[in-house]
């Protein structure tokens, strides 16, 4: 399960590098979870002051249900995490990347 779990993530992480750009960030298909007190989280959501995107934020330290959700979808528990339905990036750097390509202006 596990194994087509990281399948999925890498195929849907290249797909979308590679010219499948038709998934924009909708505020339905992305969550954004993170943790004010955490560095990395700080620094995606700085990016996000900076570049608006209408993307879901769940504070998973004020929202324990968002932390039961995340286990629901098989998601690591780890902040920041980018949920984009297909698969979930943990990296802040990475986040960043991937919201500076895909995100609605």
């Known amino acids: 399960m596990k194994l087509t779990y ?4 890498l195929f849907f992480t ?4 590679y010219g499948f750009s038709s998934d924009v960030v909708t ?9 004010p007190n955490c560095p990395y989280s700080q ?3 700085k990016y996000l002051d900076q570049h608006p995107c209408d993307i879901r934020r769940v504070n998973v330290y004020q929202n324990p249900e968002a932390q039961q959700q995340m ?16 698969c979930a ?3 802040a750097d990475e986040i960043i990347s991937w919201l500076a390509t895909h995100a609605e202006q």
């Open 27 to 35: 505020k339905q298909t992305t969550t954004l979870y993170y943790q």
């Open 89 to 91: 990036l943990y990296n």
């Open 6 to 9: 990281i399948f999925l993530c």
């Open 43 to 45: 620094r995606v959501l």
């Open 71 to 86: 286990k629901q979808k098989g998601l690591i528990m780890r902040v920041p995490c980018l949920d984009t339905g297909p």
């Open 14 to 17: 290249l797909l979308s590098k």
